[in-house]
């Protein structure tokens, strides 16, 4: 079928203006994520709620924001398997003291390679509360293949392995591992983190030399950095010169303002 001429323009025009138009269209802005007022007012309240944090406290990732945590005690994966009293939010609470000392031992496992892996700090006394009504409970051995598969628990007391005070609750000791910077994995220190047994102990013999090469990096750069560690665990590292060598705080762990 033939077109006429007039026809032919017509369509071509109208093909052309159509594809003008399509083509011109100011696009429409994605839809963005804009908070109702009453959403705005309720984040606004929900801060203000917020307590104020202790004195003398921060909030470890504010000081060291690179740092990983893996709160072990706000989850199932410890000892007890159950989360331990006092730990409300994932987070670590810490002196400012050895917050910024912590820093600066940060910055030197930064220029080996590594950053640091927190699994506790600040442990409100509530929480060691409730790690001695477990012991207490010889029934209780949920756990017990994973971190005391060679221990009884009636003697988990006796040994030292749970204790009615922590230098935990002092708010300036830390649990903490090093994760390499390249390949995001855990460094191997050969045992894992409140593993109830000799393996624990920083220079144990039954890791190997690498192992305990490992363990000696992360102790020797926190005691140069003003830490000192104890010889049964080797994840565990106390401020010399703690702020608070005598006080069992009890506040719970969680995000204050
Ligand atoms: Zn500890």
Not at 21 to 27: E, L
Not at 103 to 109: I, L, M, P
Not at 191 to 214: C, H, L, P
């Amino acid at each position: 079928m033939k077109i006429p001429k007039k026809q032919y323009i017509f369509i071509c025009l109208l093909t052309l203006l159509s594809t003008l138009f399509f083509t011109c269209r100011k696009p429409q802005p994605a839809q963005q994520e804009r908070l109702s007022p009453d959403t705005e007012k309720q984040t606004t309240l929900k801060e203000a709620d917020l307590e104020p944090l202790p004195d003398g406290f921060c909030l470890l990732t504010d000081s060291i924001p690179d740092a990983i945590l893996e709160i072990r005690y706000y989850s199932d994966n410890n000892f007890v398997g159950t989360c331990i009293d006092g730990y409300e939010e994932p987070v670590a609470l810490i002196t400012q003291k050895a917050a910024s000392a912590l820093r600066k031992a940060s910055d030197e496992f930064h220029k080996k390679g590594y950053r640091i892996k927190i699994y506790d700090a600040y442990r409100p006394q509530r929480a060691v509360d409730h790690f001695v009504q477990w012991s207490k409970d010889p029934a209780d051995t949920a756990m017990k293949s994973v971190f005391y598969p060679h221990i009884q628990k009636t003697t988990i007391f006796s040994r030292g392995y749970v204790a009615r005070k922590s230098k935990h609750s002092r708010g300036s000791t830390v649990d903490m591992t090093l994760v390499d910077l390249k390949t995001g994995k855990e460094v191997d220190m050969g045992g894992s983190f409140d593993y109830f047994g000799d393996i624990s102990r920083t220079k144990s013999e039954s890791i190997t030399a690498e192992q305990r090469q490992n363990r000696l990096l992360l102790r020797n750069i926190m005691v140069a950095n003003g830490f000192y560690p104890v010889q049964g665990e080797w994840w565990h590292f106390t401020l010399c010169n703690e702020p608070y060598p005598n006080t069992y705080f009890d506040f719970p762990v969680k995000m204050y303002r």
